[in-house]
C-alpha cells in the first residue's frame, strides 16, 4: 500500500469515529443511563441529559482551532496520535463507571468532555495531514474518502449506538477505546514534520473561550429555570472575546490562524457554505429523528423502547447517497474545479430537503429513503470539493489551523443547530400539541420538549397519561407535522442560499493547477 494511502486509512478511522461519538450517545442514552441507575424523568434529570448529548460538541468546536494549530508548530502527527491516547484512554474509562446514579452520570460527563479533547485533536488534523501527504492530482480524491468516513461515520453512531446498547452499553465506550489503541499504533513510525514558529496561545484561548461561552448560553437556554439574562450574557461575554481574538490577531507575528485567507473568495465562499450546510445537516438529522421515534414508528405500533434502534437503521439511505457520491465529486474536482459540483449538489440537497415537505404524518417509509438517499447524495458532491478549496488554498504552515479553524465552525454550527432545531420544533409544536392533547384529557397541559426527549428516550412521552404508541403516534402526528413544514422551510432556505454562494466561486483551485501544469 502507498505511503499516503496508509494515511487515508488512518485519518479515515480517525474521523470515523470521532463523527461517530457525536450521535451513538443519543439512540443509546435510555440503555447508558439505566445502566447507570440514573432515572431519566427525575425532575433534576433534563440538564444531565443535555450535556450527555452536547458536551463531546462543545469541547471538539470551541477547541479544534487551536488543536489544528498545535499541529502546525509541533507536528501533526505527533498531534494526532495524542489525539488517538486521549480518545482510547478516557473511552475506556467509560466503560468502567460503576453504576452510581447522579455522580456516575456526572462522571460520564467529565470523561466524555476529555474524549472530546481527544476527538477534537483528530478531526482538527486529519485534513491538513491529507493535505501535506497526498499529490495534489489527488487532493480532492482522498479528501472525499476522508469526509466520506466521517459523515458514514456520523449516520453509523446512531446504528452502532441502538445495537450495542441493546447487548451492553459498556461496549459504546470499549469500542471507541479500542479503535483508538489501533489508531494510535497504526501512527507509530510516521515522519513528523515541525516548523519554526511559535504558538499564539493567546489567540487560541481567546478563539476557545468566545466559542464555549456561545456554545454554553446555545445549551443552557434549552434548560428550564435558566434565565434570559443568563443566556444574553453569554452571547455578548462570547462575541466580546471573538472581537478581541480579532484584534489580537492583526498584531501579532506569528497568529493562531492568517485571517488574510478571507480576501480568497474561494476560501471564504467555501468556509461559510461549509459553516451553514453543516449546521442544516446536523439539524435535519435530529428533525428526522425525531420524526421516526415520536411520529412513524409509534403510530405504526412499535414500542417506545426499540425506536431509537430502528430510527438508526433508517437514516442507512443517506449515508449510502454520500458514499455514492463524495469519491466521485472529490476526483471530477480534481479536473473540472468545485463550482459545478458544489453547486449542482447544494442544489439537490434543497430539492430533497424540500421535498420532506410534501411527506403526510404516515408516509410509506420508501418515500423517506429516498429523499434521504438524494440529500446524502447532494452533500457527497458538495463536500469534498468544498474541503480541497480549503486547503489548496492555504499555505502548509498554516493549514493545520485552517483545517482546525473550518472544523471549528462547522462543530460550532452544528451544536448550535442541535439547540436552534430543538427550540424551533418547541416553539412550532407548544400550540397544536396542546390542542390535540387537551382535546384527549382536558385541562391537561404538556411541555413539548419533555414529551420530545422522552420519545428519543424510549419512554411513554405524555406523563400520567397510558398510551399504546400507536394511539400516541395518532395524537402527535398532525401537530408534530405543523411544526416540521416550518422547520423543513427555514432548511431549504438555508441550503439554497448556499447554493446560490456556491455558484459565485472563481474555481481558482483549477486556475493554478493548470498555471503549474503549463510551468
Known amino acids: 500500500m502507498d505511503g499516503y494511502r496508509k494515511v487515508i486509512v488512518n485519518t479515515g478511522l480517525a474521523v470515523f469515529m470521532a463523527f461517530a461519538n457525536y450521535n451513538m450517545i443519543i439512540i443509546a442514552l435510555p440503555a447508558i443511563l439505566s445502566g447507570l441507575n440514573f432515572n431519566p424523568l427525575s425532575p433534576y434529570a433534563f440538564p444531565y441529559i443535555v450535556w450527555l448529548i452536547l458536551g463531546y460538541m462543545v469541547v471538539t468546536a470551541a477547541f479544534v482551532g487551536l488543536f489544528g494549530r498545535l499541529g502546525d508548530v509541533y507536528g501533526k502527527y505527533r498531534v494526532f496520535s495524542i489525539g488517538y491516547l486521549v480518545f482510547a484512554v478516557s473511552s475506556l474509562l467509560m466503560a468502567l463507571i460503576p453504576p452510581l446514579g447522579t455522580p456516575a452520570v456526572t462522571m460520564l460527563i467529565v470523561l466524555r468532555t476529555v474524549q472530546g479533547v481527544g476527538g477534537g485533536l483528530l478531526m482538527a488534523n486529519s485534513s491538513a495531514i491529507i493535505a501535506d501527504s497526498v499529490p495534489r492530482d489527488r487532493l480532492g480524491w482522498a479528501l472525499s474518502m476522508n469526509q466520506s468516513l466521517g459523515l458514514i461515520g456520523g449516520v453509523a453512531g446512531l446504528i452502532l449506538g441502538g445495537v450495542l446498547s441493546v447487548i451492553d452499553w459498556r461496549l459504546l465506550f470499549l469500542l471507541p477505546g479500542a479503535v483508538g489503541i489501533v489508531g494510535f499504533l497504526l501512527t ?274 405524555i406523563p400520567g397519561v397510558n398510551l399504546t404508541p400507536a394511539r400516541f403516534g395518532e395524537i402527535i402526528a398532525q401537530p408534530f407535522m405543523v411544526a416540521f413544514d416550518e422547520v423543513v422551510l427555514i432548511s431549504t432556505a438555508v441550503i439554497a442560499f448556499s447554493a446560490v454562494m456556491s455558484y459565485f466561486r472563481r474555481n481558482a483551485r483549477l486556475s493554478s493547477a493548470r498555471e503549474a501544469q503549463k510551468t
Open 188 to 461: 507509530r513510525g510516521y515522519k513528523n514534520q515541525t516548523r519554526t514558529m511559535k504558538l499564539d496561545l493567546p489567540g487560541g484561548l481567546l478563539m476557545a473561550l468566545g466559542l464555549s461561552l456561545i456554545l454554553l448560553g446555545s445549551t443552557l437556554v434549552m434548560i428550564p429555570g435558566v434565565g434570559e439574562v443568563t443566556v444574553v450574557s453569554l452571547f455578548a461575554s462570547g462575541a466580546v472575546a471573538l472581537a478581541l481574538l480579532a484584534y489580537v490577531e492583526t498584531r501579532t507575528a506569528q497568529p493562531l490562524f492568517d485571517f488574510r485567507l478571507f480576501r480568497l473568495w474561494d476560501f471564504s465562499v467555501a468556509m461559510l457554505t461549509n459553516t451553514l450546510v453543516s449546521a442544516v445537516r446536523q439539524g435535519t438529522t435530529i428533525l428526522l429523528i425525531v420524526l421516526l421515534q415520536a411520529v412513524w414508528l409509534p403510530l405504526h405500533g412499535v414500542p417506545f423502547d426499540q425506536t431509537p434502534l430502528l430510527a438508526g437503521l433508517y437514516m442507512l439511505p443517506n449515508s449510502l447517497g454520500f458514499a455514492v457520491s463524495a469519491p466521485v465529486a472529490g476526483r471530477l474536482s480534481d479536473r473540472i474545479g468545485s463550482r459545478a459540483l458544489t453547486t449542482a449538489g447544494l442544489a439537490v440537497s434543497a430539492i430533497s430537503t424540500f421535498a420532506l415537505y410534501f411527506l403526510p404524518y404516515d408516509f410509506p417509509i420508501t418515500e423517506l429513503f429516498v429523499i434521504t438517499f438524494f440529500s446524502g447524495l447532494g452533500m457527497g458532491l458538495f463536500s469534498a470539493p468544498n474541503l480541497a478549496d480549503i486547503l489548496a488554498s492555504t499555505p502548509p504552515q498554516y493549514r493545520g489551523a485552517a483545517s482546525g479553524l473550518r472544523g471549528s465552525l462547522q462543530n460550532t454550527a452544528s451544536a448550535i443547530a442541535v439547540t436552534a432545531y430543538f427550540l424551533m420544533l418547541f416553539s412550532f409544536l407548544y400550540s397544536p400539541l396542546n390542542s390535540a392533547v387537551s382535546s384527549l384529557d382536558p385541562g391537561t397541559a404538556v411541555n413539548p420538549a419533555e414529551v420530545v426527549f422522552a420519545a428519543l428516550l424510549g419512554y411513554p412521552p
